[in-house]
């Protein structure tokens, strides 16, 4: 079966602090990959997709960046916080042959910058 | 850009049914709607999705308009498990076997004994 994690599980920063996030999947193949924000009492908020290693698309402006150095492997970074980046993470997974299908989510990073 | 509309929270006693509408007026032929929750502090959890007819699974059942400009997740009796804020959304057609979904604020369901 496949699961999702991600880590840290929560994480304290101060402002101009760099940002490193680790999502990995297992149990599948060249997998969708997603990252989500949703701020605090909103909705979740598309940052980043990625259809394969290499490949990554943004969805709005901002001081983040994604990588995928592997197939199952997704990286949200920033070189220096800000306030505004405090939020919970997601990432989530899809299958990528069926479009149809539904996103699977990891459990989420809370990240609060001071 | 969500394509939804829902009101921010509905109560419900344990045991009945939950009824969530949803508002998508603009909504396109060939899109989706989808429904997730989301408990508090978790990933969102995918509920069901549809596109013109009524679905049932084992979680719930989506209603459909015939115009397909609205719709309503029913959860039919709801536990106090079920509390959670719960997201309509359209799905925006796939590019290259790539679904983007865009999640509103969604609906905020309290299951109360």
């Known amino acids: 079966s496949q699961t999702i994690h991600q880590w840290p599980a929560t994480l304290v920063q101060p402002v101009g602090s760099p940002l490193s996030l680790e999502c990995t999947v297992e149990g599948t193949s060249n997998p969708n990959l997603y990252w989500y924000r949703q701020a605090a009492g909103r909705g979740l908020q598309l940052l980043f997709y990625s259809v394969g290693i290499g490949q990554i698309s943004s969805e709005v402006p901002q001081n983040l960046s994604a990588s995928r150095p592997q197939d199952r492997q997704f990286i949200l970074s920033s070189k220096k916080l800000l306030l505004s980046d405090s939020g919970f993470y997601l990432c989530?997974?899809?299958?990528?042959?069926?479009?149809?299908?539904?996103?699977?989510f990891g459990p989420g990073t809370r990240l609060t910058v001071l | 850009d969500a394509k939804t509309t829902q009101p921010p929270s509905m109560d419900c006693a344990e045991g009945r049914a939950a009824n969530l509408p949803c508002n998508h007026s603009?909504?396109?032929?060939?899109?989706?709607v989808y429904w997730y929750r989301q408990i508090h502090s978790q990933g969102p959890q995918y509920i069901i999705h549809g596109l013109k007819n009524n679905e049932t699974n084992e979680m719930a059942s989506l209603i459909i308009t015939e115009d397909r400009k609205s719709s309503t997740l029913i959860l039919p009796h709801a536990t106090l498990r079920d509390t959670a804020v719960y997201y309509c959304i359209v799905r925006v057609p796939p590019v290259y076997n790539f679904n983007k979904f865009y999640f509103g604020s969604g609906t905020k369901l309290n299951v109360k004994p």
């Open positions: 989530a997974w899809s299958v990528p042959i069926r479009a149809g299908d539904e996103q699977f």
């Open positions: 603009t909504i396109s032929g060939n899109e989706y």
